[in-house]
């Protein structure tokens, strides 16, 4: 399974520029899944609903299905939480897996970063980050892209994993 990451600290520009490459991506033809680490509790049920209802009731899954999408929600109640290799393990097939987050996990990464938020570059001591994509013009001794040059960016990575 090809995988490469886009990490960056809060508003950064994460989760546009996924976005951007995704369409980027899939519009060459090539299948893409994602995966999103979120660092606080999150929830995509909603109070009231059926699915709400059994996992509030004790399910430790719930599974969602229309003709359109299936949606699996795993309550972990007391369970560790999965690594990145574990969840990998539950996608379907596809040319490409983009990584939002995971910046301590070993895969190839593209770090995004803004420097109005006035934080550190990840780069700077993680060998796995292997090209920035910024909004400013820094010095390094990797590729540097414009954060919003999202076809060169994805050349890059596609590159990167052979694709």
């Known amino acids: 399974m090809r995988l490469y990451g886009v990490v960056g600290w809060k508003n950064a520009g994460k989760t546009g520029l996924m976005e951007r490459l995704v369409s980027e991506i899939t519009g060459r033809g090539i299948s893409v899944s994602t995966v999103k680490h979120a660092h606080h509790t999150f929830d995509v049920d909603h109070p009231g ?4 209802r059994h996992r509030v009731a004790g399910a430790r899954e719930v599974l969602l299905a229309s003709r359109k999408r299936i ?3 795993h309550e ?3 369970e560790a939480e999965p690594t990145l290799e574990v969840l990998l393990q539950r996608l379907g097939p596809v040319d490409l897996v983009l990584v939002e987050g995971y910046k301590r996990d070993a895969h190839p990464k593209v770090e995004a970063h803004r420097a109005v938020t006035g934080n550190p570059l ?3 001591d993680d060998p796995t980050v292997r090209a ?3 909004d400013t013009l820094l010095e390094l ?4 892209f414009d954060l919003d040059d999202t076809g060169a960016i994805a050349d890059f990575i596609l590159r990167e994993v052979g694709l």
């Open 49 to 52: 609903k059926d699915s709400h």
């Open 71 to 73: 949606a699996l929600m």
């Open 76 to 78: 972990l109640r007391d």
């Open 122 to 124: 990840i780069a700077t």
């Open 132 to 134: 920035v994509a910024s």
């Open 141 to 144: 001794d990797r590729p540097v």
